[in-house]
């Protein structure tokens, strides 16, 4: 967890993880980090860290097993998508899914042609 100041950021990016049982600790440190970001994305259950630190906007995704829990804890809208964008706040679906957010991102913060010049790089169909 932070205990000093933080410089601005442009992108926090937050994992998932399979063991969800505490939440508490890395939920302190990204809301902590969250205060001096931009656009903060979440792969996968990543979501449920960004709920237990009061982020999810109203709309979002994770995996598509765990969207009924994230609708139950947190009450809001689970997309079954590849990502949801919703400004600030974007959130990525099943662990795959983060590739396709990653080139979102890069297309967002760069352009699309860059965004497609990365996919082929990585040899990877960009699914939007």
């Known amino acids: 967890i932070p205990t000093g100041p933080l410089a601005p950021t442009d992108l926090l990016i937050v994992p998932g993880a399979v063991d969800m049982a505490s939440l508490r600790e890395p939920a ?7 205060a001096e970001t931009d656009v903060i994305a979440s792969v996968c259950t990543g979501a449920f860290v960004l709920g237990a630190a009061g982020l999810l906007p109203d709309r979002a995704t994770t995996h598509w097993e765990d969207l009924p829990e994230l609708q139950r804890r947190f009450g809001v809208e689970g997309v079954r998508a ?6 600030r706040i974007i959130t990525g679906g099943a662990l795959s899914c983060g590739i396709d957010m990653a080139l979102h991102l890069v297309e967002r913060f760069v352009d699309r042609a860059a965004a497609e010049a990365t996919a082929r790089q990585l040899d990877h169909t960009w699914r939007e």
């Open 82 to 87: 590849r990502w949801v964008d919703e400004g």
């Open 28 to 34: 302190e440190a990204v809301r902590a980090i969250a």
